[in-house]
Nanobody, 125 residues
Framework: QVQLVESGGGSVQAGGSLRLSCAASGRPFSSRDMGWFRQAPGTEREFVAAILWIGSSSYYAESVKCRFTISRDNAKNTLYLQMNSLKPVATASYYC??????????????????WGQGTQVTVSS
C-alpha cells in the first residue's frame, strides 16, 4: 500500500509563499494521478491542483490558478505544491492524494485511493 506524508505547512502573512511536499513510500508514482486537496473547518474537501500521469498535464482550481504550481519528482517519489501570493482564504488543512491508476477525473476526491494525514496552512492578514 502507498503511504503519503505531507510536510511544509505553517503560518505565513498574506502575500507570502509556502512549498508543500508529499513523500510517498511503497509503490512508485508511475501510472498514478496525483493531487492536492484542502479542507477548512465546516467545509467540504475541495480540489486545489492535480498532475496526471499521462503527459504530466497539470490542472488547477480557478481560485489558485497562476499563483500555485504543482510538480512531481518521480525519481524521489515526491509531490510538491508551490503556493505564492497566499490569501487568508487559503487557510486550511492540505492533503496529498494518489490514485491506483490514472483515470483523468482529477478534480473529485472519489478516484483517489491514497491520502496523507494533512498539513496545516494558516495565512494571516
Amino acid at each position: 500500500q502507498v503511504q503519503l506524508v505531507e510536510s511544509g505547512g505553517g503560518s505565513v502573512q498574506a502575500g507570502g509563499s509556502l512549498r508543500l511536499s508529499c513523500a510517498a513510500s511503497g509503490r512508485p508514482f508511475s501510472s498514478r494521478d496525483m493531487g492536492w486537496f484542502r479542507q477548512a473547518p465546516g467545509t467540504e474537501r475541495e480540489f486545489v491542483a492535480a498532475i496526471l500521469w499521462i503527459g504530466s498535464s497539470s490542472y488547477y482550481a480557478e481560485s489558485v490558478k497562476c499563483r500555485f504550481t504543482i510538480s512531481r519528482d518521480n525519481a524521489k517519489n515526491t509531490l510538491y505544491l508551490q503556493m505564492n501570493s497566499l490569501k487568508p482564504v487559503a487557510t486550511a488543512s492540505y492533503y496529498c492524494a494518489a490514485t491506483r491508476t490514472s483515470s483523468g477525473s482529477y478534480s473529485s476526491p472519489q478516484p483517489y485511493d491514497y491520502w496523507g494525514q494533512g498539513t496545516q496552512v494558516t495565512v494571516s492578514s
